[in-house]
């Protein structure tokens, strides 16, 4: 353990976090050593709460929600679960039947158990149920007799992934909204499958009243109240056990809300599914017009033209519908999220997503990567700037490297981290990305943005961008560092295979080019991008060095596709140069 990088982790953390780390920890640890114990604590619970009474009109609203969700999450691999066959983050297993499904299967996941965690969601179950089909409702009670027999309480590692208070939480929204849907399709009845599900759905809740994610709060937390908020919603009547559900929602998005409107953790895949999470809320009856309508907004604004998120921090496409179909509309122009810290810049045809914020809330960073600066684009629904994206959450170099500022496109110093990453999730020493917004930087293109970051301090270095963007020609970037420093500078920007080289220009099939007026295009290297997790495509990664004058270094690189402003080159250095020229502070 280094104790230094460990004081720097855990000096951020709040006094409640403090407080139910030691709960939570203190619970587990008894869970560990006497789970017969433990879970006859949590069956009186469960059998003091009312069995879900069925298709409450509240649960039909928001098992639509559900189905919306893993319907784009598991709707293509739906024929192969039937044999067993289940793909989930971008990993297909084949157990030789459903009914030989091993709930705890060592997939050499190593720290990571978020295969078998989704594996436990029973996602797959809701678009199933939803047919009415009689035969999938036996089955689904048959399915969770198997996960109640292989996953004994006293079973080692089994509160990490099938009995994780996450895990659970999405069982119960899963199983009760498939419930409703095949109830809602006309399916059959069967009492006895009906049952048996209802029963481990309230085993669920109980467990969850118990087990709250108080040490972690932010979206683990409020999963765990939406699940409790659909169980209400299913009962059809008052439980007084669960009368705390509305302050402590209000409670949880008052973290979690940011006054622009984005989630607090600023990865745009959470917040998709932070939105779908107040339109469950909503449709279970809480009071969140107003928070939906502002989280929407924030959707759109880091939705490319293809429809689908941005993939700053941990974000991958195919967790949820596409964003288009939650988010707002957006007019061309200029949107900014001040307190998120992204900006969109977009035509009818092209859209940049700029980030210049934090890297998430101090109190739990968890997801974030070093996209200080970073930029993505996208051109006619085709994206030719491209996000490193998530090739794993187990610990190691690969995760190392999908969070480090290398894999982004920023401009960085090489061999030097913004944000001090370790482990998983861990974040020790963390720099900070502001908005430059001087008005002065405004005379050089129709729309721009700017911001800089300071996570070099240590290295004695402070960089900053200023982007320009001419609606249906092309941006320019231009890239500052400030200070003196043994590290080379280097900017690296990620583009998909279809680029193609000819000579010193770089070339995309949608009519993009890449010029880089100041600086010189160093290398270019064969790499790869996640834009689903773990699904690896190929890609390029292009390498310029800045151009140095003493104390400071400048690169200017244009990305067109229209004709340009003639002047185009001395656009760049008068803005280099008004950027250079501003104080830079927080």
Known sequence: MNLGRAFRTVRYLTPEQWLFRAICRGRWEFARRAPALFRAHVVRTARRLPLPAGATAALREAAAHVLLLQKSVHGGVLDGIAEGRFTFLGRTVDFGGIEKIEWRRDLGEKNNPLWRMNLSYMG?????????????????????????????????????????????????????????????????????????????????????????????QFNHLLKNWVALAVYRAALGGPCPRLGMLEREVKVSLRQQLLPDGGQAERAPMYHLLFVLDLMVLDACGFAVAEELTAARHALAVVTHGDGDIALFNDSWLGEGPRASLLGTALP???????????????????????????????????????????????????????????????????????????????????????????????????????????????????????????????????????????????????????????????????????????????????????????????????????????????????????????????????????????????????????????????
């Open 124 to 216: 797959w179950a809701v678009p199933l149920l939803a047919r009415g089909d009689v035969a999938w409702h036996s089955t689904v009670r048959d399915v969770l007799a198997g996960l109640d027999r292989q996953n004994p309480w006293s079973a080692p590692g089994v509160f990490r992934d099938v009995w994780h208070p996450y895990s659970v939480s999405h069982r119960l929204i899963n199983l009760l909204s498939g419930l409703a849907l095949y109830e809602t399709a006309g399916g059959p009845a069967q009492p006895e499958a009906a049952e048996a599900v209802r029963e481990h759905a309230r085993l669920c809740a109980a467990f969850l009243l118990h087990n709250l994610e108080r040490d972690l």
């Open 332 to 586: 061309p122009g200029s949107a900014d999220l001040p307190d998120s810290g992204y900006v969109r810049l977009s035509d009818a045809e092209s859209t940049l997503i700029f980030d210049r914020g934090l890297c998430g809330p101090d109190s739990n960073p968890g997801h974030a990567h070093a996209d200080f600066l970073s930029l993505e684009a996208c051109i006619g629904g085709e994206r030719f700037l491209v996000d490193y994206g998530v090739p794993t959450y187990s610990a190691g170099t690969l995760r190392d490297l999908c969070r480090s500022a290398a894999q982004h496109n920023g401009p960085h110093l090489a061999g030097a981290e913004p944000i001090e990453f370790w482990y998983s999730f861990r974040v020790g020493r963390r720099g900070r990305a502001y908005p430059i917004d001087d008005r002065s930087l405004a005379a050089f293109a129709p729309l721009w943005a700017a911001g800089w970051q300071d996570g070099y301090k240590p290295q004695g270095v402070a960089v900053a961008r200023w982007i320009g963007f001419w609606p249906g020609k092309g941006m320019l970037l231009v890239d500052v560092w400030r200070g003196e420093s043994n590290l080379p500078q280097k900017l690296h920007f990620l583009v998909p295979s279809a680029w193609q080289r000819r000579d010193n220009v770089f070339e995309h099939a949608r009519g993009v080019r890449l010029d880089v007026l100041k600086g010189a295009m160093f290398a270019v290297e064969e790499d790869r991008w996640w834009p689903r997790f773990g699904e690896e495509r190929p890609a390029h990664k292009i390498i310029v060095s800045p151009v140095v004058s003493g104390n400071s270094a400048v690169a200017a690189t244009l990305w067109h596709w229209g004709p340009m402003p003639p002047d185009i080159s001395q656009i760049a250095e008068h803005a280099a140069s008004t950027l250079s020229a501003l104080r830079w502070q927080s």
